[in-house]
Nanobody
Framework: EVQLVESGGGLVQAGGSLRLSCTAS????????IGWFRQAPGKEREGVSC????????YYADSVKGRFTISSDNAKNTVYLQMNSLKPEDTAVYYC???????????????WGQGTQVTVSS
């Protein structure tokens, strides 16, 4: 059974940091890319960042570039999203997802976690 489990969300003040974790099981981790998405109330889900487990290539949305860093520990089947300089507009439910297709194709993600809430207070 494929599972993606996120953790690390919480409440933080603007300017603070959080690190999200996504631990995967049930598929060959090295054959997939892992992406982080977020959805704020009343807004569409958007892709935030992704990483290829095979070659480590990464991608960031413009809104988080320079503030967020994605990384992967293949030995632990875990992807991290380090979020620094958080802003109130980063408040959302953050989801991780997996795809065997091109990492930057946000529509191609097949497997999803349950999400973790990130709230940034001003």
């Amino acid at each position: 059974e494929v599972q993606l489990v996120e953790s690390g969300g919480g409440l933080v003040q603007a300017g603070g940091s959080l690190r999200l974790s996504c631990t995967a099981s049930g598929f060959t981790f090295d054959d997939y890319a892992i992406g982080w998405f977020r959805q704020a109330p009343g807004k569409e889900r958007e892709g935030v960042s992704c990483i290829s487990s095979s070659d480590g290539s990464t991608y960031y949305a413009d809104s988080v570039k320079g503030r967020f860093t994605i990384s992967s520990d293949n030995a632990k089947n875990t992807v991290y999203l380090q979020m620094n300089s958080l802003k109130p507009e980063d408040t959302a439910v953050y989801y991780c997802a997996a795809t065997s297709a091109i990492p930057g194709d946000w529509s191609a993600y097949d497997y999803w976690g349950q999400g973790t809430q990130v709230t940034v207070s001003s």
